[in-house]
């Protein structure tokens, strides 16, 4: 190869890397224009609500859930009408779909969190907008737990036994700091207690540690259905056989 062609070669390819390096700046400024967009939205959104007489809410994103997450969660209670819906890690989503809940009619939520300030804070904005008696938020913390020959932090199960019947699970705890798997038993020690049609929500499922959980649930549950969500940080729904 003769050192012309060379050079052309790594020429190219120092263009391409350039180029590439350039369009991923231009998505980040993309994507931090959006939320800081959203933001505006949701603030203004707030600012009505408390002229009118209501409670401001908490702002997605970060920490909490994205606003198409609790969009995704929103139309599931409002389409499945579910009994009794399950969630792992409390905040903004509690808030959502205890509301949707009371806009149904019928159902109930048991927020699960491993941190009792954490849960104190959600029970305090559950009774700000009179939605305390739609959701119950219950302290189970993370305790070491073997699960299919592995250990790891999980929440205590003592706290879970009596959850069963369950036709939503959403999926957003615990907290990935301890270990990037730690959502793996969500649904190995729930899908006995789901209901036939029940639906599960991850979120987070971007992340390379729930794409990887998402790949081990699809060969551990065969029959159920996965669909990857692409929303802002992604989600995974998990939807039973009737």
Known sequence: MSTLIVATIISTASMIAVAVLILNRKLRRLRSMLRRQERHVWEAHNIFRVLQGGAPLPVPGGWAASTDLLGEALRTVTARSPRLVVELGSGLSTLVIAAALRSSGSGRLISIDAEESYAALTRAQLEQHGLQQWAQVRVAALKPLEFEGVTRPW???????????????????????????????SLPFFWRRLTAGAVVLLDDAARAAERSIAKRWQQSFPQARFDYLRYEKGALRVTLPH
């Open 155 to 185: 929440y205590d199960t003592a706290v879970l036994d009596d959850l069963a019947a369950i036709d939503l699970l959403l999926v957003d705890g615990p907290p990935t700091l301890l270990r990037a798997d730690i959502r793996y038993p």
